[in-house]
Structure formats: C-alpha cells, structure tokens
C-alpha cells in the first residue's frame, strides 16, 4: 500500500509533528488534528481524525481507535500508528476498502501517547519505562549509563572471584553459567553497563530504574499502588497523557474498538486481563477472538488472552491498563498488539510457551546473538572491549543494542512490521457497527392520511451496542428512528428500536449429515412505522446510534 512519507527510521517528535501537518495539508477533506497535550518537555500529544468530511461529521460516524508509543521504548508502535494513519490518508480515492472506510466510518489516531519518553529514548542512550519524569527515589547503587561513550548501554563484565559466570571455552563472546563444583578459574559478574554513586569495594547494588513510572498501569479500572504494581503512579490518572487519553475516549462515545500498539514479542493479546476468559460474557469472547484472528491472518500474530496466557501470576497480576478501561468501564473491545518478534525469527519460545523448569537463557541468548550479528547493523552487536572503569577498574563491556534489535526491530525490517499492523487495521476498521437504511416508502392510507415504512439495518460485524459488557455497564444505546413528518395519528414522530444485532453473533453451526446452517439470530433488521397526516413534497427519515453511526433517507411522496 502507498504512503506518503517512509518508515526506514524511527521519527523524533519534529518529524512526527511535522508529517501529520503535512498530511493534513495535502488530504483537507479527510484528515484533521489537535493538540490534547502540551507535555513538560513541550512536545504535543496528538489526536488525528481521518473521514471524508462530505459524507458527514466523524462524529456522526462509527469510529475505530489506534495508538502508540504508552510505553517510551516502544517506538514500532508509533511508526506503526503513523503508518496506518498515512496509508489512510494516501490510498484514499485509489484504494477500494480504505474509501469505504473513510467515507463511512472515522479513524481517531494518536500516534504517540508518551512524546518526552519516546524522544528521550531515541537521542540518549537510556531506557525508560513511559516517561522522564523521575519516579523512583535516586540510589546510590548502579545506575545505566554509557561509560565507554558509543552511544549504547551494553552489558559489563566484571571478574569476580565469586561471580556466577564463566567464560565458554569455545564459543566466542559467549558465556555460560557456573557449574556447582567449578572451584578454580577466572569468574565473573555481568551487570548493565553503568556506574555506581558510591562504591564499598565489595557489593554492587542495583538502582531502580529512576524512569519506572508506566502509563499502561495507571488507568482507572484496576489499579493498585506502588507496592503491588510498581511504576503505578500515585493515583489513577495522575499522569497528564493517562488523563488525556480517557478525556478523549470518553468524549468520543462513537468509538467501536480499540487497537494500542506497544512492543514487543509478536502477539496479540485480547481482553479480559484481570479474570480467565471463560468467565467473560461468551457473546463477547465469541466476537473478541473473531477479531483476533482477522488479526492472525494479516499479521502472522498468535492471538492470545491476557490473563489465561500472558499472565505469569494470576494472584498478582498486572492491571491498570489501557485496554482493560476500555473494555470494563465503556464495553469497548481493545486488543493489545506486541509488535516485532526477534525470538520468532531466532528460533527461541516465548515465555508463555516455554516449559519454566527448563532453563534455556544462554542458548536463548546465543540464538539472538546469531541473529543479530547476521541481520542487524554492525554497530547492533560488539565483542567484549577492556575498559578502565571508574569505580571496577580493569572490566570489559559488549553486547547487543536491546533498543533496536530485541525491543524493536533493525531499521530494515521496520517498513514490514508497519505495513502488516496496517493491513490489520483496514480490516478491523471495516467491521464497526454501521446502520443502514435498506428502504424507506409512504402510500397514502386514507384521505390525506399517510403510512411510512422504513426498514433500518445493521451491516456492519459488531452489534450497536457492541458487547454485552456495555449492556451491563449501561454504556450502550438504543437506535432511535425518525422522520420529519408533523401530524402524527397514532405515534411518536421518534421510535426507540432498541439494539440491532449483526452477522458476528448469528447461531451458525453444522447441521444434520454435515450441512452447515444459520439457526438463530437475534434481529439485524428492524422496520419502523408512522401513520401521519398532511402530504408534504418529501420526506426524510433518519436513524442514529451512538456506536453505529446516523443515516438519512428521503423519497419524493
């Protein structure tokens, strides 16, 4: 698919600022953009709309929700993000599912939720969870830091007559573990490249990270202070992007779904997050893992749920986030994807299918080692190098830049991962809510007394109320019906239908000898009737809903 601009490197904030401005100059009539946020370090979070404005308001239309970057290293997402929104922008008119998407439907974009973290992340050499903001007390234990001036923080090798590790005999680079009787021989700590404030000569204390502070754990619906769930912040929405991002959704009630794009590890990961999901409304799981699966196949991405597969401990377990809010509080359906899978292309098992009781962290290690050294750049990877450390003295550090190869790809494979995430997009975007009006008619009944008939429909995949978790929390709307006649006989000029189904929740299953069937379906189609009277030139009848969208049709009568 076309696009404006390349997704060969990862953008600073000027750049993405810049395109999104450029965007909305060259495609007016269906991009738009706002500031939601002035951040400390005076970037901007923003917020793009793309519809075709001349076949009505976004906000009269369903709409589909992406975003990126919550977390500061995880940058594909945002070039993820900004991928879809300029292929969007660029193939419309020439391509046929991304008109139909924009000239029914609005796709809210905020490309990068965390603009300070991500900037931080890609002009320093430091990692950080979401933000640089300091939310740890400062230490006096080691801290991360570029000792040896190459712009990355590698690993540093120590030795130590105590140290658990050796070096392999054969493999070069490599280590391996100590045995339990190694008595004799050279030994060694490994520790992140990095300096101590203060240093006893014998123990090397670890600081915290002092950007621990996460935005993906400080989202109302299950939160829980520091000493459950570090990097929480002090309340729920403290953070300014948290509040901005549920300021947006919440003010946007015609958001159908919500896909957020972090890194890494190549998976798709659906709500619930917080209970198994054999405890969730089936009717949702039915159409949740229906969606992942569209996701699957345009991806390659297993799809999997949170709690009862990425979960490592389900007394514990981690909450606060993104996708649970929206979900739990407004019965939104929202997917989490973890972009680019080194360990995939590697031939190592995630942790979620790795047998625990096997310890496999120096062949794992070996593997990306490999597969860096042949598909990275060369400055990706490097052998161990003496340095004279400050406070160590004579040490060595080397190893893999972890920001460009295991938490997100090497430049070259960048353009890939967007363009697939993109191609998930389109179809997702497609299958919101989405009413119709299949026909609308009036005969005259009696003397100057009229009967109009409309049939009204849902033909998009999800139902207008979207899920059963939004009947339960109120969240869902009914489709209102009206029409602008005046003097009604025997009812009101605007009729409450109640809730559309769609195609998603149709009982199919295999019938007698093998045959497949549709059983039963709750209804997808509705039709609505006035008695008036007064004849009038003609006649228009509309129908809303909040989720799918408002329709009018007119007949000369």
């Not at 991304?98 to 973290?117: E, H, K, Q, R």
């Not at 008595?183 to 006893?200: A, H, K, P, R």
């Not at 990877?381 to 190893?399: A, L, M, N, Y």
């Not at 709307?477 to 006989?489: C, G, Y």
Request: proline share 5%; charged share 25%; net charge negative.
């Amino acid at each position: 698919m076309n696009t404006t601009f390349s997704y060969d490197h990862y953008y600073l904030q000027d750049e993405v600022e810049s395109n999104v401005k450029a965007l909305s100059e060259k495609f007016p009539g269906i991009f738009s953009y706002e500031y939601l946020l002035e951040t400390q370090d005076k970037h901007h979070v923003i917020a793009v709309t793309l519809t075709n404005k001349a076949t009505g308001a976004a906000c009269d239309k369903p709409a589909f929700y992406i975003d990126g970057n919550t977390h500061a290293g995880e940058v594909t997402g945002m070039m993820a993000a900004m991928h879809t929104m300029d292929a969007l922008a660029t193939n419309y008119g020439s391509d046929e599912r991304v008109t139909f998407i924009l000239d029914n439907m609005a796709v809210y974009i905020i490309p990068c939720v965390s603009p300070d973290g991500s900037q931080t992340y890609l002009t320093t050499p430091y990692t950080l969870r979401s933000v640089n903001r300091p939310y740890y007390e400062h230490g006096t234990g080691l801290e991360g830091e570029d000792v040896d001036g190459d712009g990355v923080i590698r690993m540093m090798r120590v030795p130590d007559k105590y140290g658990a590790w050796k070096k392999d005999p054969e493999k070069k680079d490599m280590m391996v573990r100590r045995e339990p009787d190694d008595v004799s021989g050279d030994f060694f700590s490994i520790y992140t490249e990095g300096v101590l404030e203060e240093y006893d000569g014998i123990n090397v204390p670890v600081n915290k990270v002092k950007w621990g502070r996460d935005f993906n754990r400080n989202y109302p619906f299950g939160w829980f202070p520091e000493y459950r769930q570090p990097g929480a912040g002090e309340y729920p929405l403290a953070n300014p992007e948290n509040k901005a991002i549920v300021q947006f959704i919440l003010s946007h009630p015609n958001i159908g779904s919500v896909a957020t794009n972090h890194t890494s590890g190549g998976i798709l990961l659906t709500v619930p997050g917080t209970y198994p999901e054999k405890k969730a409304p089936h009717a949702d799981m039915k159409i949740m893992n229906a969606i992942g699966e569209m996701g699957t196949k345009a991806t390659g991405y297993k799809h999997i749920n949170i709690f009862d597969s990425f979960t490592v401990d389900q007394d514990n377990y981690s909450s606060g986030a993104f996708d649970d809010y929206c979900y739990e509080t407004q019965g939104i359906y929202a997917i989490t994807l973890e972009l680019w899978n080194l360990d995939e292309r590697c031939g190592v098992k995630h942790f979620w299918e790795a047998d625990p009781k096997v310890d496999t962290t120096v062949e794992d290690f070996e593997k990306r080692m490999a597969w860096i050294n042949e598909n990275a750049e060369e400055s990706d990877f490097v052998s161990w190098k003496p340095f004279d450390h400050p406070q160590f003295g004579k040490v060595e550090i080397g190893g893999f830049n972890y920001k460009f190869t295991v938490q997100n790809p090497p430049k070259k494979f960048l353009a890939e991962e967007c363009s697939k995430i993109t191609a998930f997009m389109m179809r997702w975007a497609a299958a919101m809510p989405r009413l119709v009006i299949d026909s609308f008619t009036v005969t005259e009944i009696g003397v100057d007394v009229y009967k109009a008939e409309a049939v009204v429909s849902n033909a998009g995949f999800l139902p207008t109320y979207l899920s059963e978790n939004a009947k339960k929390l109120g969240t869902a709307k009914p489709v209102q019906v009206s029409i602008d006649a005046e003097d009604f006989v025997s009812c009101k000029q605007t009729q409450d239908i109640g809730d559309l189904s769609s195609y998603a929740l149709c009982n199919t299953a295999e019938h007698f000898y093998g045959n497949i069937s549709t059983l039963t379906c709750d209804p997808i189609s509705k039709k609505v009737t006035w008695i008036f009277k007064g004849k009038k030139p003609e006649l228009t009848v509309t129908a809303w809903n909040q989720k799918a969208g408002k329709v009018s049709k007119t007949v000369k009568v």
